[in-house]
């Protein structure tokens, strides 16, 4: 059975992140993307102090779609230096990694 992942990033606008979660999904790079309530986030760019708005999505994959989803994501992502972390889950459900795994082998 394949490992089991959580991609994170964050975008910009909730319609964003919708469409983003639902294309992953769609094309069988997510088993499920769970967008999350905003965030603000602090951070320098270009030199400068900035701060946003974010919305946080939680992709959860397996080990064989995590590098075309983590592509995907910087591909369709607006921002010009998106963030995308990937963690390798060590403890999953054993019903739940069946099912994700499953999901994923679909496409």
């Known amino acids: ?5 959580l991609l994170i990033t ?17 094309n069988g790079l997510a088993a499920c993307a769970q967008v999350q309530a905003t965030c603000h986030s602090v951070y320098k ?6 701060s946003a708005t974010e919305y946080p999505i939680h992709f ?17 992502h607006s921002y ?5 972390i990937s963690l390798k889950l060590d403890d999953v459900d054993p019903m739940y990694a069946t099912w994700l795994n499953a999901q994923l082998a679909t496409k």
């Open 45 to 50: 760019w270009q030199g400068k102090l900035e």
């Open 60 to 76: 959860k994959t397996n080990e064989s779609k995590k590098c075309a989803l983590f592509q995907f994501i910087k591909e369709q």
């Open 1 to 5: 059975m394949d490992s089991i992942y």
């Open 80 to 84: 010009d230096v998106p963030e995308i």
């Open 10 to 26: 964050t975008v910009a606008s909730a319609e964003e992140a919708k469409n983003l979660a639902q294309k992953t999904v769609e």
